[in-house]
């Protein structure tokens, strides 16, 4: 079942920076988190990225990251 989440909630949940959400994990050139599978944009340019939770998640787990958070 699909979750998506506001990046204000991806964060808390992951425990991990916006800006490392965005700029390092999502980044289409570098990053490991696929657009329209781990994240879409809002409708506009400002608007605020949503994340499927439980993919993230995978895929961080995947990448050897270590959640100490179980939010």
């Known amino acids: 079942m699909e979750n ?3 990046t204000k ?7 991990i ?6 700029r390092s994990y999502a980044n289409p050139n570098t990053g490991f988190l696929v ?6 944009s ?6 605020s990225k949503y994340w499927e939770i439980n993919r993230c998640k995978e895929t961080l787990l995947e990448q050897g990251f270590v959640f100490t958070n179980s939010a």
């Not at 657009?35 to 879409?40: A, K, L, S, V, Y």
């Open 42 to 47: 809002g409708m506009f340019r400002n608007s």
């Open 9 to 15: 909630d991806a964060e808390r949940i992951l425990g």
């Open 35 to 40: 657009e329209n599978i781990h994240w879409r």
């Open 4 to 6: 998506w989440v506001t």
């Open 17 to 22: 920076k916006r800006d490392t959400l965005k």
